[in-house]
């Protein structure tokens, strides 16, 4: 199985190498915007940004499922609607168009709680029956 991986370079995706890497039948393709310690014959990393369209059509090239980790934070984290929209919806737009582009390919999305739970200040740990409040 062919996987590709946003994200590279955040905690999540350490698990996700790290798992990925001890089994050999997955391929997996790996986008950072840096290159990782993690390195194993199956793992491919790709350096770049969900910026650039070229990086993202490379990333899904010849891939069965996509799994989707990179976003820089709450989408109101900065004060700023506009700043949530360019830096977090239209890298991950641009990286749907790649998939679009590339037919089947199955997407997983990970989810932040930091867009599905109530913005809170302080920094604490959010539990299940937490309200939604997106």
Same mark, same amino acid.
């Given at each position: 199985?062919?996987?590709?991986?946003?994200?590279?370079?955040?905690? &999540? *995706?350490?698990?996700f190498? =790290?798992?990925?890497a001890?089994?050999?039948?997955?391929?997996?393709?790996? @986008?950072?915007? %840096?290159?990782?310690?993690?390195?194993?014959?199956?793992i491919?990393?790709?350096?770049?940004?969900?910026?650039?369209?070229?990086?993202?059509?490379?990333?899904?090239?010849?891939?069965?499922?996509?799994?989707?980790?990179?976003?820089?934070?709450?989408? &109101? *984290?900065?004060?700023?609607? =506009?700043?949530?929209?360019?830096?977090?919806?239209?890298?991950?737009?641009? @990286?749907?168009? %790649?998939?679009?582009?590339?037919?089947?390919?199955?997407?997983?999305?990970?989810?932040?709680?930091?867009?599905?739970?109530?913005?809170?200040?302080?920094?604490?740990?959010?539990?299940?029956?937490?309200?939604?409040?997106?």
């Amino acid at each position: 199985m062919k996987i590709c991986l946003t994200g590279g370079n955040s905690r &999540l *995706a350490e698990a996700f190498i =790290a798992l990925a890497a001890s089994h050999p039948h997955i391929r997996l393709r790996v @986008l950072g915007r %840096a290159h990782s310690s993690l390195t194993k014959a199956n793992i491919e990393w790709v350096r770049g940004d969900l910026d650039d369209a070229t990086v993202c059509q490379k990333l899904v090239s010849d891939q069965d499922v996509l799994v989707h980790l990179a976003w820089r934070g709450a989408p &109101l *984290a900065a004060g700023s609607f =506009a700043r949530g929209l360019r830096e977090g919806l239209l890298p991950t737009a641009r @990286l749907l168009d %790649a998939v679009a582009a590339h037919g089947q390919l199955r997407v997983i999305y990970a989810s932040s709680g930091g867009t599905v739970y109530e913005d809170r200040t302080e920094r604490c740990a959010y539990s299940e029956d937490a309200p939604c409040l997106p």
